[in-house]
């Protein structure tokens, strides 16, 4: 099974959202994950146990002059159609846009927690979580629903934070 799990920026999410990598493997050893990031933050990645694969996209020529175009053209240089899940943790409709480009079929993310509503357009299936949860148990729980394991609040004892450095 090949997993995507979008997360594009926000250095301290990034940090939050790869806890799920152990517990995927935990569940799917076999699984191949890749990570798709701003290139600015996705160094922090490099050295992951868990990850198999990382893509760096440079948004920040989409920060000077934005335009439809420029996205457009970084979104050609992604591979179309090859994960067999994309869990989509960002919430806002260029990480959509990226998951639906990357994605064979199923594409998840948050419902009610999301930054931009119309990211879920783009998604097969919302969970809802609450404002009020941790972010590490939303972005496991995410991951949980979408690739159906279990995962509770007693799993958040056995995550380990492990240097990325």
């Known amino acids: 099974m090949k997993i995507a799990i979008v997360r594009l920026s926000s250095l301290g999410d990034i940090i939050k959202n790869a806890s799920v990598l152990q517990m995927i493997k935990k569940h799917y050893p076999q699984a191949e ?19 198999d694969n990382i893509i760096k996209i440079d948004l920040k020529r989409l920060k000077r002059n934005f335009s439809f175009k420029k ?4 979104i050609k240089l992604l591979p179309k159609k ?3 899940i994309v869990i989509d943790s960002h919430g806002m409709l260029k990480a959509a846009l990226i998951s639906k480009r990357i994605a064979k079929n199923k594409i998840c993310g948050f419902d009610s927690i999301i ?3 119309l990211s879920k357009l783009f998604y097969t299936e919302c969970f ?3 404002c009020s949860d941790n972010e590490i148990y ?3 729980k ?6 159906k394991y279990e995962f509770n609040q007693e799993d958040m004892q056995i995550i380990h934070v492990e240097s990325l450095d």
């Open 71 to 74: 996205f457009n053209e970084i």
């Open 128 to 130: 809802k979580f609450e």
């Open 33 to 51: 994950i890749t990570w798709v990031a701003d290139s600015i933050f996705a160094d922090i990645l490099d050295n992951t146990d868990y990850l």
């Open 142 to 147: 995410l991951a949980a629903e979408c690739l």
């Open 138 to 140: 939303r972005y496991n």
């Open 115 to 117: 930054k931009e509503k």
């Open 82 to 84: 090859e994960f067999d």
